[in-house]
């Protein structure tokens, strides 16, 4: 029996959830997916410092673009939001979903939320995927020693496109090392030429990704 899953997208800077459903629900074909819940929460709006002030959907503020690897972040407001993300997920596993079949997946600012979110969660989950995002905390930050011991055993997929002018590639590349030093199972994978976008072959990959997670009932 197909067990019931649960997909949950972030999306990024400005962006809002549903404009992502349709292109994000129809590149999962697989069988496996036919009990599939899926979420695409829209951020609030509020004031974003990297767009002169404008007030604009965004989970947290982003102080200057392109997003490099020495960029402040605003880890106060990430963590604020990442309590937004727990909220979904807890209610989702009080629903009856198995955590292992939960995963939480995003794009830019939305996958430097769903980074954060996957390793502050108390309980083991499927898997995190992060498609063009960054390290969304300060480098001198004791982050690490706040990761739950189930939270190190939820692996990480990262994406990133080798062009990417917004969230630079070299910011992308953060992440490995990152989660190396914080005992996190990882996958990265570099397309070259492409640039700030989800591809349709990212999609593909993040398919076949939880495909090989799922747990069935």
Same mark, same amino acid.
């Given at each position: ?67 490099? @690897? ?80 189930? @939270? ?10 080798? @062009? ?17 030093? @914080? ?35």
């Amino acid at each position: 029996m197909i067990a019931r899953s649960f997909i949950l997208w972030l999306h990024g800077l400005g962006d809002s959830g549903p404009p992502n459903e349709v292109r994000i629900k129809t590149s999962f074909t697989s069988p496996e997916f036919v009990n599939t819940k899926w979420s695409f929460p829209s951020a609030p709006s509020q004031s974003v410092t990297c767009e002169n002030g404008a007030v604009i959907p965004s989970w947290f503020d982003v102080h200057k673009l392109p997003v490099t @690897a020495f960029s402040p972040r605003d880890e106060k407001g990430v963590l604020e939001a990442v309590q937004s993300v727990h909220k979904i997920i807890d209610e989702e596993i009080t629903a009856g979903t198995n955590p292992d079949n939960i995963f939480v997946c995003g794009f830019s600012q939305g996958g430097a939320l769903t980074l954060a979110s996957v390793l502050l969660y108390p309980r083991t989950i499927g898997g995190g995927a992060v498609f063009s995002g960054f390290v969304p905390f300060d480098s001198d930050t004791n982050i690490i020693e706040q990761i739950p011991p189930d @939270a190190k055993k939820t692996p990480i997929l990262w994406i990133h496109g080798v @062009a990417d002018e917004e969230v630079l590639f070299e910011a992308g590349q953060e992440g490995p090392p990152f989660l190396e030093r @914080a005992g996190v199972s990882w996958e990265f994978k570099a397309y070259p030429g492409l640039d700030h976008s989800v591809s349709t072959d990212g999609l593909s990959y993040l398919e076949t990704w939880i495909k090989a997670r799922l747990r069935s009932s």
